[in-house]
């Protein structure tokens, strides 16, 4: 049974749904109770990381009809911390009447790489060349079409450069294809580029919108294992990346922030590598550098409530401590500039991500 929308802005002792309940769903949770809000989580996994920092906790599969039914029940809005629930999901909350931010156009175009960017494009935000290809010869006919060498990406479900493998010659594009499980891909042409920047970004229910500081972001492996932030940037770098972030915003009808990973070339011209709309690891650093941090942010926008202010208060080298790193958890707690992010995981595997530290430095 639908029943009527909820009355914005979102009043305190409201109730946000969060679909997933990673990190980014526990820091989602934090800032949502300093606004006075309770928070019910849905995830496959009983006992994570957002759960134990929330006011409810539904343990069911992300399409499960009775678990959406429950969170309905609970939720008066629902966000998600993570790009990769079934559009169908988002259809039945929307369907019980609880509104879902952001929106399924968001939904639409990062679940996949190659509507992802074709929608770059087609809102004037510039990308690497790509192709896609759904059999190993479309693979070689692709290749032929970006140059060598390429990398191929799996077009759904990636994520810390999981579904990706470089291909140094057109003929092994055929191989790679099948490493890569048979599952439609991109190509996508190296982007040789000088530095990888992102941009956070968030846009209000009114359509208003705030931009972060560029972060500069250095990954191993496919991996973030650091940003620093506000970036070191020329003004016309910033201009290119806002005007990016406005365009995405606007072409999304967007309610909520969107991370927006950059490539910045030689010369100083951006590419957009990927959009992903949440919250973003590397806006992390906005907890400990920022006047209103990403995660407050998101809660504001999907609430209804004003934007915050993005300015900076402190330069931050974000670090990623992943698998056994955050076992050195008392070394950070000692360094006077360190302050000590942990997701309480359960179980530390090798490049899990466990928490982060965020260094500050005076401006
Ligand atoms: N076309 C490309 N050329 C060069 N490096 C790339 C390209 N695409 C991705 N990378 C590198 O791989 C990393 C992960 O790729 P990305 O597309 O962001 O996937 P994920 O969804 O796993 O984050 C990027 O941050 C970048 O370092
Ligand atoms: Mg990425």
Redesign the pocket.
Known sequence: MSRSPPVLPLAPGSTIGILGGGQLGRMLAQAAARLGFDVAILDPEPDGPAARVSAHAITAAYDDPKGLQALADLADVVTYEFENVPAAAVAQLAALGVPVAPGPAALEAAQD?FVEKSFLNAHGAST?A?APAASPQEAVGAMEQVGAP??M?TRRE???????RWVEHAPDAARAFAELGGAPVIL??????RR?LSIIAARGRDGSTAVYPLAE?H?EG???RRSIAPARVVAAVAEQAERIAARVLAGLDYVGVIGI?L?EMEGGRLLV??I?PRVHNTGHWTLDGCEVDQFEQHIRAVAGWPLGPTHPTARVEMLNLLGDEAQGWLKFAQEPESRLHLYGKREAKPGRKMGHVNRVKPL
């Open positions: 790489r690497v790509f390429a990398l990406k990636g994520y810390d450069g999981k579904g990706q996508e042409a190296a982007a040789g580029f990888e972001n990954h496919g991996i973030l990973e490539f590598n990927e992903a």
